[in-house]
């Protein structure tokens, strides 16, 4: 090659144009003859697929050669025949395009070279297993296929040829990056069903990094991060290690992490202890915050340390794995802990209140050592936030059960029931505790309650005899026993258990009437209670909020007042509904009397006498239900109204009579005086201590009494006996009945005689 570019130049330093031309053209057909051989050579390797290891070299070597030549080619050009210009113009430009054009197809030759010997190093790199370099090897060879050198390389096939395979190439890498990878980081993870000897479920995570796999795994990783695969994995490993691994550990008491080594490299296993049984005790945050750091610190020896990117400055923390695993994880791992474990541990009494300050301590620790691990970095704060904020989870999770216990209570049964007496009026209580003030006890609350200017009846503020349920005084004694829970407690503590006492009563006035609905309808003695019990709650709230108002903060209107009437109200409305269904039914009963007409034929006689005897029958049922359930002036009061609806409806209905027979009348005064004998039974309650005089109770309680007794007087009397008692309007009848209802009697009893008629000249 040499010795051909040695005839080209003249030994003077001269060249004539003649031989310039004709040695260009002998350059332009020999790299015509390299372009052919390049051609073959591409073709031939990236579609035919034939290995030419050899002729590759030679023309690269060719290559080589022939641009030293065209340099000195040139170089002589620009130092001789330009100066000899004048000479020859048109030749000289001839000259120089041939050149130009000779030296693009040589720019051209020298990039597809390149090409191939980046491809070639390439796959070099991929059989050592030295994926970064393989990936930096790829970037530039893309980058060189992305600079044009030549105005017309979209038209050149062989370029789009070794485009293809430089795709190629990339896919292949990918393929042996994600079959690495599944190599050295292998998952055990056991179905549901599969259990070991001692039936407990082990998840076992492999990372084979024994002898040359350490490196090997490193530089997999290094090789992933510069192919923009690493994320998607390392996203993928802290899906499982959450969801296999990490889940465990918070959900579960029995479960162990530990590590081993084996021939292939490390072992890191949860094993978690009879699994089918759901775990009643919940996990200690020490035991949880140990197997996280210990599976974390294994990760991190043995896999997780491995630098991916360099700190740009000295201060600046470089990127490991464990960073970025952080990133997907460490968020939702942290909320798994507080929400499975820490808040779970936070106590709901002040008496473990020294279990909370450890609890504050460890998380600290827990959350210094994640930070060491560069498992989180410093803008995560959710461990942080729940220590500041532990006081109200506190005071939160307390409330919680406190209103949980309340609605248990509230949706109970309420048919085991208590006495409040009068040596107990205001049932069972817990003793209050030393508040803030230095006063507690009973007797505070009494002298609270009592401390007025002017002295008060001792039977002021007490709760008349009745039965209550166990659970409302259940639910009683745990507001007394919240509020003086409170009256220790911080400000914001305090506020908070305050609001949840009035959360409890506000409950029992929602849910009470909607849940026990159908027993408060169709069960007397239910909507009894249910009224028994809203007149103990409201009784209590009357001083409740009293008797804690210097124990609590100032800030707190401490006061259940506005409760009262509306929990009032709940129970005396369901009771009076109660009231107009049994009145209705008694109604209905009476209605079979078909208003009392020809009393004494067959057929009507039964009919009365059992619509009489089924009020009596309904009457001594509430009578029985009642009598211990409400106190007495309230039975009387509900049982009084009962009767009285019986007694005007039987009393209209015998007033409207057109004629009524001796044999009539005589059997419609049966009927009433079986009415009056059992009214005295239904006043009379049971084991009642005190001179009632039932007589004066019923007269008090049923208004239409006496007009009964007046019927049932008239019904057995003479017109002279008539005339006496109504004494012009003045006696007892002309109390109970008009003048025109007593003559519609008379008329109705009595023959029309001139005594009958004279007797009602005289009623007016």
Known sequence: MASFVAEVLTTTGQLETQEASSKIQQLNKKIDGLKLQVYDVTVNKYTNIQS?????????????????????????????????????????????????????????????????????????SIQAHDYSRAADTLDRVRSLLAQKVFGHEDELSILSTIQQECSIKKERLNMELNDKWKELIVWDVPSEKVKNETGSKVVRLKINTASENGDLLRRTVLGMSKMKILESKVRDFGEKLFQHMIQLVTVRSKCEVSGSETETGVILSVEVLDSDEADVVPVVPHQVFLSLEKLLSFLNQHFLHIIVTEGSSENEVPETLMSILGGFIADKSLEQVVKQCLVRAIPSSHKDLQELDNIVLLTNEFHKKLMELHFINKDNTILQDFVQNVNTLFANKKCQEILERAHKLVTTEVHNTITVSQDRPLGKLPPLWEGKDGSGGKKARRDEVTSAQAPLSVNTFRLPTCQISASIQELVTLAYETLQEASVSSAQCAIQLFCAVRGMFELYCSVFPIYHRRSLQTLPQFSALHYTNSMYIAHHLMTLGHQFSRKLPSTINSTFVDLVPKIRRAGSDSFVQQLKKQKSQMSEYLSAANGFMSVSEPGTQAASERAVKQVLHQLQHLHNIWQTVLPPTNYRKAIGGLLNGVVVEITDSVVALEDVSSTDAAHISSLITSIVVRADQLFTIDGETSNISVAVEIHRNVSKWQRLKELDMVLNASLTDIANRWAEGKGPLGVAFSANELKQLIRALFQNTERRAALLAKIK
């Open 52 to 124: 030419k290891l050899n002729s590759t070299e030679q023309l690269v070597s060719d290559v080589q050669a022939t641009k030293q030549e065209m340099n000195e080619v040139s170089d002589r050009i620009e130092k001789q025949i330009k100066s000899q210009l004048h000479m020859s113009t048109v030749e000289f430009e001839t000259l120089t395009g041939n050149l130009e054009d000779i030296t693009c197809l040589l720019v051209v030759l020298e990039k597809l070279v390149n090409l191939q010997n980046g491809l070639e190093a390439m796959e070099t």
